[in-house]
């Protein structure tokens, strides 16, 4: 069974450019979760999507931050202007539902600049 | 809203050693928990889940336990090995699935 896939695998900006990720779930995982990692830190939790639709955005900066999941499929998240702070690890997860174990992309490392 | 922590932040053994790691979280009030592992550049894979309603759970030479009403879970690591090294992240799930991660504990297993 592959993994959940994400890219680019590495990325460097400069501030106030825009950067998008993409994350593929496993195939059949209803739930997609976007997470911010720091270095340092445990992942925060930016949005999570059950099939196409968010189910938690709480912690996204939405001034700057986008996220969609069209078709309930693959997502993308974007940033939009990129500032100094936004340096991270962007960790993709999916599940089977809300209630299953979540499975963990290897992360798109972002330095901002 | 919940708070995760983990001590040590990092520890370093030698190979053979069984050792601890711990973590704590402020509410009590969690539908389970969770321990992963981190490699580094790599993402996280998932170790263990305990419910809430379990007071531990083992695979293999892993053991995690879980005290809700004190807020408290540990992970066993029984005969380390240097392949073990990595960090280790707890995670509680206070609800609809968000789940609320610590610091880590970076673990070095030396031979």
């Known amino acids: 069974e592959a993994g959940v896939a994400q890219s680019p695998r590495y990325k460097i900006i400069e501030k106030r450019q825009s950067v998008a990720f993409w994350c593929n779930p496993i195939s059949g995982h209803a739930t997609l979760y976007w997470y911010q990692q720091i270095l340092g830190q445990g992942p925060k939790l930016l949005i999570q999507f059950q099939n196409n639709g968010v189910v938690d955005d709480s912690q996204l900066p939405k001034d700057r931050f986008s996220a969609e999941r069209l078709k309930g499929v693959d997502s993308t998240l974007k940033i939009q202007p990129a500032k100094l702070e936004d340096s991270a690890v962007y960790l993709c997860?999916?599940?089977?539902?809300?209630?299953?174990?979540?499975?963990f992309g290897p992360g798109t490392r972002l330095l901002v600049l | 809203k919940q708070e995760v922590t983990q001590i040590p932040a990092a520890l370093s053994v030698p190979e053979g050693e069984n050792l601890v790691l711990n973590c704590s979280f402020t509410d009590s009030a969690i539908y389970n928990l969770q321990w992963f592992r981190q490699d580094p550049g790599k993402g996280l894979t998932s170790l263990l889940l305990i419910q809430s309603s379990q007071r531990e759970q083992t695979s293999g030479r892993l053991n995690a336990s879980l005290d809700k009403s004190s807020g408290r879970s540990t992970l066993y690591i029984a005969a380390s090995q240097p392949g073990d090294s990595a960090t280790y992240l707890c995670?509680?799930?206070?609800?609809?699935?968000?789940?609320?991660f610590g610091k880590g504990t970076m673990l070095l297993v030396s031979p």
């Open positions: 995670a509680v799930n206070s609800g609809y699935s968000t789940l609320t």
């Open positions: 997860a999916s599940s089977l539902n809300s209630a299953e174990t979540q499975y």
